[in-house]
């Protein structure tokens, strides 16, 4: 299994005296490698909450993470930087490009990170195969505020593939998005899991998203539960 969840729970402090919330009381889950996943759930049951803990953008206050069967609490800020760097791709529902940097020069962002050893890979074809595909070569030295928001979630998607991770973290990715984007986004979602055999979660409102992936899960007072086949 890639991702494996054990007994997971976080906590929030209240700002001020109002009561503690425990946003996640002992969530089990395992995704395997290849699968994709819905998270559903109400606004503020804690989808995003989870999906930071996955990706080791937050920490759990007791129970295990485990990313290819290493454990994330045992990890120091530096090694989870590089695991986020590296194994994982983000992708949230703003697409968070930076405004004065062309389409190119925002997906191959996540690179600088890399150590120098990486870079002697040709990193800017790869981007320029990676926008062929989502269909956005021409516009590669635009900038993102002369694309679609539909377009500009796309870059988002490239550049959260630019380093090759193994798992694909979605946080809403349709959420501002008009149908017709939206559902571009939700097919791309489904064919990078089913040709590239990316694994892939996905927080979302949007059922039609939802049915594209293998398998649905629902976030409800603080637990995780299967949707079963009907
Ligand atoms: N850093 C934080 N400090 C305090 N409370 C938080 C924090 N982050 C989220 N919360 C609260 O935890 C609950 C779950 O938030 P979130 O994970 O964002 O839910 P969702 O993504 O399902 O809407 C919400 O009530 C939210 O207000
Ligand atoms: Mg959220």
Known sequence: ?????????????SPDDGPEMDVLKGVDLV??????????GPSGSGK????????????????????????????????????????????FQLHHLLPQLTVMENVLVPTLALHNADQSADLPAHAESLLRRVGLAEWMHYRP?????????????????????????????????DQTSADNIADLLAD????????????THSARLADKMNRTCHLTDGMLHEETET
């Open 145 to 177: 505020g002369q694309l679609s928001g539909g377009q500009r979630q796309r870059v988002a998607v490239v550049r959260a593939l630019i380093n090759q991770p193994r798992l694909l973290l979605a946080d809403e990715p349709t959420g501002s998005l």
């Open 48 to 91: 995003s909450t989870l999906l930071n803990i996955i990706g080791a953008l937050d920490k759990a206050d007791s129970g295990q993470v485990l990313l290819d069967g290493k454990d994330l609490s045992g990890l120091d800020e530096k090694a989870l930087a590089r695991i986020r760097n590296r194994q994982i791709g983000f992708i």
């Open 192 to 203: 990078l899991n089913r040709t590239d055999g990316l694994t892939l979660i996905v927080v």
């Open 1 to 13: 299994m890639l991702v494996e969840l054990k007994n997971v729970a976080k906590r929030y402090e």
């Open 31 to 40: 995704v395997d490698s290849g699968q994709s996943l819905a998270i559903i």
